[in-house]
């Protein structure tokens, strides 16, 4: 019988034959040499970390390991991110901005589809429940940074808009993506609870009575007509 170890991504990483090892001792009397034992490694030092590095471990910890305790580069993000980021500082910016344009900026090399997405993002944002419930909010603060001391580490990152209705803290995300056949609630739930959790620590934290997290996708108009909202109280 031969056993096979394959990588996260199903490549194929170490093949060997269990017959041929169970018998090279009585067969062959060969003996192989004893391992060397390894040196004692210096403790890693929890960073600071992110909800996508908290993300990543969730979804492979091989992979956390390789990218940030080892410290090896990840491949380039695709075209996908620098249309958020355009999107995202559009909304910023205000109803009156030019997402295609600001996407030129972000990466000159992305195309007129993704331009046309862009803008068309931004549309069905200015439409969607999420801005209305802004809308109806004073003291609106985009990319609000929040810091959360959890154990030994020190957890950051930010919300895409946060304001005050009365006692409690709305904080809103925005994705750029659609619902891939789900609905906002199961999109949010079999995706995004740890940022969402984080998101509620942190507004609790900082002392609020309560706080409502709301996530809203524009990737197409049906996910832009619906949102997904708890609140969490102290």
Not at 111 to 140: H, I, K, Y
Not at 188 to 199: A, M, N, P, S
Request: charged share 20%; with cysteine; proline share 4%.
């Amino acid at each position: 019988d031969t056993v096979e170890y394959v990588l996260d991504d199903g490549g194929p990483q170490l093949a060997f034959d269990v017959d041929a090892v169970g018998t090279m001792n009585g067969e062959t009397g060969s003996e192989l040499p004893s391992l060397r034992p390894l040196g004692q490694a210096d403790a890693w030092v929890v960073p600071s970390l992110s909800y996508s590095s908290l993300d990543l471990f969730e979804r492979c910890g091989y992979r956390f390991h390789a990218q940030r305790m080892l410290g090896l580069p990840s491949a380039q993000a695709g075209g996908a991110a620098p249309v958020g980021k355009a999107v995202h500082e559009a909304i910023e910016l205000g109803a009156n901005s030019d997402a295609g344009a600001l996407l030129l900026q972000i990466e000159p090399a992305a195309t007129v589809g993704e331009q046309v997405e862009a803008r068309a993002a931004l549309e069905r944002w200015n439409t969607s429940p999420l801005q209305a419930r802004f809308a109806a909010l004073t003291d609106v603060r985009h990319e609000q940074p929040f810091l959360l001391l959890l154990g030994g580490a020190t957890v950051t990152g930010a919300f895409d808009l946060s304001a005050r209705d009365g006692d409690c803290l709305v904080i809103g995300d925005i994705k750029v993506g659609g619902l891939k056949g789900e609905t906002p609630d199961e999109r949010r739930d079999h995706g995004y609870t740890i940022q969402e959790e984080l998101y509620a620590l942190a507004g609790l934290e900082a002392g609020h009575a309560s706080v409502e997290v709301a996530y809203q996708w524009i990737g197409d108009d049906l996910a832009a007509s619906r949102l997904a909202t708890r609140v969490f109280e102290a």
